[in-house]
């Protein structure tokens, strides 16, 4: 088990262009989380998935924020038309919801940088 | 809504002692769970420890311990014998137990002092 693995590590990109993020969790974990996380604050809930469903979904998530997991393996998360105010740490946690506290194990995180 | 707040943005303590950091919640349910993460400069998040809101007894993992005060709604982490190695920010989270997502305080950052 080498964890939850994420891709890039580092993203600088303009205002206004596109990016994607990969992440790939633990391996049997069903649950799948993203989080985005601005400097010197905690962590900021954005959408869940167990297996392929998106369950549920914070009003952060703007329109132009978009997650997948077509599998139930691997998830993305697109942002269009980015903007500065979009720059942060973007991480992704797993979990498997079979135990009553269904832990949730994080990623090393992307660092999305737009000018 | 659930918020969580740490009143502390930073702290320190000599290596070797102990150190106590805040952590008060509110929610309306009675089901729930609380965790510590600890996020080091530059690394991931990583669980420290956790607590079932049904359970009495405070949650122990080696040098660290909770002190769970349910109706005052409080979670404080205790570490003891500090190292070196402990340094970095100290989130508190809750989670209920009818919903997926971690609402997390804004952290205390923690220096060990050799």
Redesign the interface.
Known sequence: DTGVSQDPRHKITKRGQNVTFRCDPISEHN?L?WYRQTL??????LT?F?NEAQ??K?RLLSDRFSAERPKGSFSTLEIQRTEQGDSAMY?C?SSLSAG??????????TRLTVL | AQTVTQSQPEMSVQEAETVTLSCTYDTSESDYYLFWYKQPPSRQMILVIRQEAYKQQNATENRFSVNFQKAAKSFSLKISDSQLGDAAMYFCAYRSAREGDMRFGAGTRLTVKP
Not at chain 1, 100 to 109: A, I, K, L, S, V
Request: hydrophobic share 20%; net charge negative.
């Open positions: 649950r989380y010197g604050q905690g962590p900021e809930f869940y167990q369950l549920e914070s991480l946690a009553p506290t269904d832990t949730q194990y994080f990623g090393p995180g």
